[in-house]
């Protein structure tokens, strides 16, 4: 019977042992989860320019892969360089939900754009194309000097709309967003390998004359005065459901033609900016001659 009671009273001391420990260890939980709380709602910031933080990070490896120079690491810095795109896209939003946007963000955000839009995709086309340019003597050859003509116009880019960024009243862009144009420069090498795309695999192998035409192009389309809609502003303003239409399409898109899919998009948009300019200047050249 003693031994009863004795088995009894060291399990119940146990028993309240144990519950004191989770007491302490719960308390000490809860006000961990509460501090980390209190930090993000002080620091809202920090969410969205993680996100931004990310597009620069695709970037980053982007360099890293482009510069080993085979055919697959360029193929895949191309895509890289694209998913970057998609947090470049959210970090945005996720700062106007959030309400945290601060110049420090914009700062940032355009930063990361000079890194994946600027500089990764001329690494990108340098080593898939601009190398094969005729070499001369000197350590700089003229496949970098043609490279350089894109970098600057897409940090130059990114600089004016800095200054420009107040004006609200813009319904849509000053030139060639940066995202577009790098996603462009970057899908070529993508599309010449077919290991990366997911149920269509179809590649081709652009010839380094065309590609040098449309990279310049592309490069001075970023510094032109021709206006570019804002695409997801006009499909929000169309309705969340043609949104979340548009959206599942891109994604079915992908997953059926994968790079194809980007590249084609991303080429009508550039063109249709372009054909509108000159049906623009057009219709304003015969108003003013009439």
């Known amino acids: 019977m003693a031994k009863k009671r004795f088995e009894k009273g060291l399990r119940k001391s146990g028993e309240k042992r144990l519950s004191r420990r989770k007491a302490r260890t719960g308390g000490a939980s809860s006000k961990t989860r509460q501090a980390i709380g209190n930090f993000i709602v002080k620091k809202k910031s920090i969410v969205p320019n993680i996100i931004t933080m990310s597009n620069m990070t695709m970037g980053f490896f982007a360099i890293i892969l482009a510069s080993r120079g085979d055919a697959k690491s360029l193929a895949l810095a191309?895509?890289?360089?694209c998913i970057g795109s998609i947090f470049d896209v959210v970090d945005g939003a996720v700062a106007r939900a959030m309400h945290?946007?601060?110049p420090v963000g914009v700062q940032l955000d355009s930063l990361a754009d000079g890194i994946a839009y600027g500089i990764a995709p001329a690494v990108i086309a340098y080593q898939a194309y601009l190398s094969q340019l005729p070499r001369g003597g000197l350590f700089i050859d003229s496949g970098m000097l043609v490279a350089l003509i894109y970098p600057i116009c897409a940090i130059y880019r990114l600089a004016r709309f800095n200054i420009t960024a107040e004006d609200l009243d813009h319904p849509g862009f000053t030139g060639l967003p940066s995202p577009a144009a790098g996603i462009l420069i970057s899908s070529f090498a993508a599309l010449e390998i077919p290991d990366y795309m997911f149920l269509v695999k179809f590649n081709i192998v652009f010839p380094w004359q065309v590609f040098v035409v449309i990279?310049?192009?592309?490069g001075f389309l970023?510094?032109?005065?021709?206006?570019?809609?804002k695409i997801f502003s006009v499909l929000y303003r169309r309705g969340r459901f043609v949104l979340i239409l548009s959206i599942i399409a891109a994604i079915l898109l992908l997953a059926l033609f994968s790079m194809w899919a980007v590249f084609v998009f991303t080429a009508a948009y550039i063109i249709s900016g372009l054909l509108l300019y000159i049906v623009k200047f057009y219709k304003t050249k015969i108003k003013k001659a009439v």
């Open 100 to 102: 945290a946007q601060s």
């Open 215 to 218: 990279y310049i192009i592309v």
């Open 222 to 229: 970023m510094v032109s005065r021709i206006d570019y809609s």
């Open 78 to 81: 191309g895509i890289l360089v």
